[in-house]
C-alpha cells in the first residue's frame, strides 16, 4: 500500500516501523488505524476508508464514535475485517489488542469529560 501527502487519508507511523516512510510516500500497511467519526464523516469513515484499509492490508480499524461513547473494532481475518467488537462506556468495557499485549483502556476513562 503507497500513501502519499495527498491522499484522502494520512496515516500515523511509530519509531519502530519508520523505515516506511520515504521522502514521497509511507510504504506498506500501517498495523493499525483509529477514526474518530463525527456525523459529517460517519459514512466516510465507517466504508469507504474501512474499506480502503481493508484492500490496503491495514491489521486493525478501530471506529471511535465519541458522542455514543462506542468504538467499533475491525480486525483482518485473512483477506477481510471482521467487525470483532462493538465496545462502548456505558457497558464499561476496555479497548484492547492483540497488537499491543499491555494495552487496555477503559472506555469510561477515554470518553471522560476534559477538565
Do not use: C
Not at 51 to 75: H, I, M, N, P, Q
Not at 88 to 93: H, R, T, Y
Amino acid at each position: 500500500m503507497q500513501w502519499t501527502r495527498t491522499a484522502r487519508a494520512q496515516p500515523g507511523v511509530s519509531r519502530e516501523r519508520r523505515a516506511v516512510i520515504t521522502d514521497k510516500h509511507v510504504m506498506g500497511a500501517p498495523d493499525l488505524v483509529i477514526e474518530i467519526v463525527s456525523a459529517a464523516t460517519r459514512k466516510v469513515d465507517e466504508i469507504t476508508k474501512r474499506k480502503l484499509y481493508e484492500r490496503g492490508g491495514v491489521s486493525e480499524y478501530w471506529v471511535v464514535d465519541a458522542e455514543l461513547e462506542r468504538v467499533t473494532v475491525y480486525r483482518r481475518a485473512e483477506e477481510r475485517f471482521i467487525r470483532a467488537a462493538e465496545l462502548s462506556a456505558e457497558s464499561k468495557d476496555s479497548l484492547t489488542t492483540p497488537l499491543l499485549p499491555q494495552f487496555e483502556a477503559p472506555l469510561a476513562d477515554v470518553f471522560a469529560p476534559l477538565g
